[in-house]
């Protein structure tokens, strides 16, 4: 616990308190727009597209690595 000796330091750590609440209140403000503007149907859809080229661009990759022969384990078994 803080001693203070004079009413001037409470009132200078009163104010830096009221500062860091106003920065606190307007990185919470950035946070939800960030998350409004992440969830809106716009971005969602360019996610799901990005996502899908992705995939679309790994497949690919992997037709070229390993060919696009498939592997059939029922007859492997006979």
Same mark, same amino acid.
């Given at each position: 616990?803080?001693?203070?000796? /004079?009413?001037?330091?409470? +009132?200078? +750590? @009163?104010?830096? #308190?009221? @500062?860091?609440?106003?920065? %606190?209140?307007?990185?919470?403000? #950035?946070?939800?727009?960030?998350?409004?503007?992440?969830?809106?149907? /716009?971005?969602?859809?360019?996610?799901?597209? %990005? /996502?899908?080229?992705?995939?679309?661009?790994? @497949?690919?990759?992997?037709?070229?690595?390993?060919? +696009?022969?498939?592997?059939?384990? @029922?007859?492997?078994?006979?």
């Amino acid at each position: 616990m803080k001693i203070y000796s /004079s009413f001037k330091e409470i +009132d200078r +750590d @009163l104010e830096i #308190l009221k @500062l860091q609440t106003k920065i %606190d209140l307007e990185e919470i403000k #950035l946070h939800y727009n960030k998350t409004k503007q992440n969830l809106a149907p /716009s971005s969602l859809m360019g996610s799901i597209w %990005d /996502s899908i080229g992705r995939k679309a661009r790994e @497949l690919k990759l992997a037709l070229k690595l390993f060919g +696009d022969k498939q592997v059939n384990t @029922l007859s492997s078994n006979k």
